[in-house]
């Protein structure tokens, strides 16, 4: 079973630049093998193939002078955006004919240079947990990050991400054993209802924990303070 766990990364001024490139160069290269394969699909010629996108939109890339800086930053980075478009295009492929259950999945889109959200995916070849409490990533160095809590084992990867707010953010995908529940000693009913979120066969009750009323509560006091705020104001 895979879990994840987040954390709050603290980068100084030249990892934030090294991220900022990290971030634009996995944007171009999924944007760039994104438009081969739609070309390729308005000229009625054969889906490309991944390695093809590799060798023209990575290897031979680099090599040009548009696209020199992109030997700036770990081949990790530019490797992650083509596995995701691939997944991305599996995913559509596969709701398009009915193979895959749940709502619709849209085509892959291209990526704005100005999304407010953006991320990089490491494997574990490319990042390290330090002894003294830092991250590496390569190619960018080691960052800062607040630990809320302890990792259960060796994470297999990280994402790295920006957000909205210019916040960035560690995020670990573990690998950990599915718990498993003891066996009880006697069996037991359940009555979900509305006044109590559950009624047990032998009278205990449990009550609601009433998400929509707190809710509730949190968007009167958040309407409040926006009431109190001058519009177009960057608060």
């Not at 890339?61 to 478009?85: F, G, I, M, N, Y």
């Amino acid at each position: 079973m895979q879990l994840r766990y987040n954390y709050r990364a603290y980068p100084d001024a030249s990892q934030r630049r090294a991220l900022a490139r990290a971030f634009g160069c996995a944007r171009v290269v999924w944007n760039d093998c994104l438009r081969d394969r739609k070309q390729a699909h308005a000229a009625g010629q054969p889906y490309v193939k991944s390695a093809e996108l590799s060798r023209l939109r990575i290897t031979q890339a680099k090599r040009t002078e548009e696209r020199a800086w992109l030997a700036d930053v770990s081949a990790v980075v530019l490797q992650q955006p083509l596995r995701d478009l691939d997944t991305a295009c599996k995913n559509f492929f596969d709701s398009l004919l009915g193979k895959r259950k749940g709502r619709k999945i849209g085509p892959p889109r291209y990526k704005p240079k100005k999304d407010t959200r953006q991320s990089i995916r490491l494997n574990a070849n490319a990042f390290s947990l330090r002894g003294d409490g830092t991250v590496y990533a390569a190619k960018v160095g080691n960052l800062k990050v607040k630990w809320s809590r302890r990792l259960p084992a060796a994470p297999t990867s990280v994402t790295v991400t920006k957000d909205s707010s210019g916040r960035y953010l560690l995020s670990f995908v573990v690998d950990t054993e599915p718990d498993v529940l003891p066996e009880a000693e006697t069996d037991a009913g359940i009555d979900l209802g509305l006044s109590a979120f559950a009624v047990l066969s032998d009278g205990q009750k449990i009550d609601s924990p009433r998400f929509l009323r707190r809710a509730e509560k949190k968007l009167r006091r958040l309407q409040r303070e926006l009431s109190r705020k001058a519009k177009g104001s960057k608060n």
